[in-house]
C-alpha cells in the first residue's frame, strides 16, 4: 500500500524541454486529455446503480504500487472480490499483505456504494479461490453516508501537508469511523513519537533503495506521462506525486539519475513533519483474513479524512522491512503484535488523480 514517489527536481526536467507545448509535440499526451480520460471513473453513482457501478466504486480503492490486483466475479445476488495474483509484488510484499489489504479496501468502498444505492450486503471473507471476499446483495433502504460521498473524492496525497493540527473531536471521529473487530488504531500525534516513526521511516527506505530487486520491481510500476498512464490504467502515475512528465525512453533513466536514496529521505522526512499526525493499523492476527479487516478499517479511516478535509498518504516502509517492524510494535504499545499500515494525515493539496483500469478489465468472465 506504499505509493512511491519519484523526486525529479523541476529543474532537471526543464533541461529536457518547457511548457506543454513540448510535452504534446514528444508524444507525451497533455494534462487534461489525461483528466478527461479518467473522470468517467470518478464519476458520481447513478441511482438506481447497477452491479458494474458498484465494482467501478469499488475500484476507487487505495493498493499497492497502484497494481490493482483484483479481479470481480458477478452472480445475481452477490459480488465475489478475487485476488489476482498475476498482479503482485512479489519483492515488496512477499507474503501478498498488501495484496489482501487492498482487497479489504476495496470490499469497504463496495458495503459503502451497495448501501447508499439499497443494496445492502455482508462482507465475508472465504479461503476458497486463493481467497475470497463474499458480498452478498441484498435489497433494503437506502443509507448514505458521508463515507459513500468520499470514495470518488479520496486520494493517496503524496505531497507536503500544511502541518495544522487536527481538533480533538476529529480524530475522535477518524478513530470512530476506523473501529473494527479484530483492528487496532493507534494514532501518533505527539511529535517526539511522530519523529521516531519518521526515523523508522528513513531506515526501511534506505534498505529498500538499496535493493535492486526492489528498485527494479517499483519502476515496472512507474508510469511517467499522461499517455503512458492512460495506455496502462495502472501503476503510479509521476505527475500524481507533483513530478514532472517524461517521455516513456527518459523517465527510467531519469530515476536512476534523481531518485536515490538520500533523496527520497529527505522527502519523507519533511513529510511526515508536515503531518499533523500518523495512523497506524494493526491486526489481530497475521494472515489474508485479518488483512482483510485491516483494509476495511484504514479504508474508513481515509474516507473519514476525506470528509474532513483532511488529506492522507501511506509511509509503509517500517511494515515492508520485517526486522523494523518490533521497533515499530514497541512504538504504538503493541508489542509481540505485527503492524499492517502506517499512514500521514494532514492538510495538503488536492493532486492529479491516480489511474484506475475500467470495470470491463477486472471482471472475471
Known amino acids: 500500500m506504499n505509493r512511491r514517489q519519484m523526486l525529479i527536481g523541476a529543474g532537471a526536467a526543464a533541461g529536457f524541454g518547457g511548457g506543454a507545448t513540448w510535452l504534446t509535440m514528444s508524444g507525451m499526451g497533455s494534462s487534461s486529455d489525461y483528466a478527461a480520460g479518467i473522470a468517467p471513473l470518478r464519476a458520481p453513482l447513478p441511482d438506481p446503480a447497477q452491479l458494474s457501478d458498484l465494482i467501478r466504486y469499488a475500484t476507487l480503492a487505495p493498493n499497492g504500487h497502484n497494481t490493482q490486483p483484483w479481479r470481480f466475479r458477478m452472480g445475481d445476488k452477490r459480488i465475489d472480490i478475487l485476488p489476482d495474483y498475476t498482479r503482485r509484488t512479489p519483492v515488496v510484499d512477499p507474503d501478498d499483505h498488501h495484496l489482501f489489504v487492498s482487497l479489504g479496501c476495496a470490499a469497504e468502498n463496495l458495503s459503502l456504494a451497495a448501501a447508499a444505492r439499497g443494496r445492502p450486503g455482508g462482507v465475508r471473507f472465504d479461503p476458497a479461490d486463493g481467497g475470497a471476499i463474499l458480498f452478498d446483495v441484498d435489497r433494503g433502504p437506502a443509507v448514505r453516508s458521508a463515507l459513500f460521498d468520499a470514495i470518488p473524492k479520496r486520494q493517496s496525497t503524496r505531497a507536503d501537508f500544511d502541518g495544522r493540527a487536527v481538533s480533538v473531536a476529529d480524530l475522535e471521529s477518524l478513530a470512530k469511523a476506523a473501529e473494527m473487530p479484530g483492528v487496532d488504531l493507534v494514532l ?178
Open 188 to 365: 501518533l500525534t505527539d511529535r517526539p513519537r511522530i519523529d521516531h516513526l519518521r526515523d523508522l521511516v528513513v531506515a526501511g527506505n534506505s534498505t529498500q533503495m538499496a535493493d535492486a530487486a526492489f528498485v527494479r520491481e517499483l519502476k515496472s510500476w512507474l508510469r511517467y506521462n499522461p499517455r503512458q498512464a492512460l495506455r496502462s490504467r495502472d501503476g503510479l502515475y509521476s505527475v500524481a506525486s507533483g513530478n514532472p512528465a517524461l517521455p516513456d525512453w527518459l523517465g527510467p533513466h531519469a530515476f536512476d539519475w534523481f531518485s536515490t536514496a538520500r533523496s527520497e529521505n529527505d522527502g519523507y522526512a519533511r513529510q511526515i513533519r508536515s503531518s499533523a499526525g500518523i495512523a497506524v493499523f494493526v491486526g489481530a492476527g497475521e494472515g489474508p483474513a485479518h488483512w482483510v479487516a485491516v483494509g476495511q478499517a484504514c479504508q474508513r479511516f481515509a474516507l473519514q479524512a476525506t470528509a474532513l478535509g483532511l488529506k492522507q498518504a501511506f509511509v509503509n516502509q517500517p511494515v515492508e522491512v520485517a526486522s523494523l517492524r518490533p521497533e515499530l510494535a514497541a512504538l504504538v504499545g503493541l508489542p509481540g503484535r505485527r503492524p499492517d499500515i502506517v499512514m500521514r494525515f494532514g492538510y495538503g493539496p488536492t493532486l492529479p488523480w491516480s489511474p484506475r483500469r475500467p470495470v470491463a478489465a477486472v471482471v472475471a468472465t
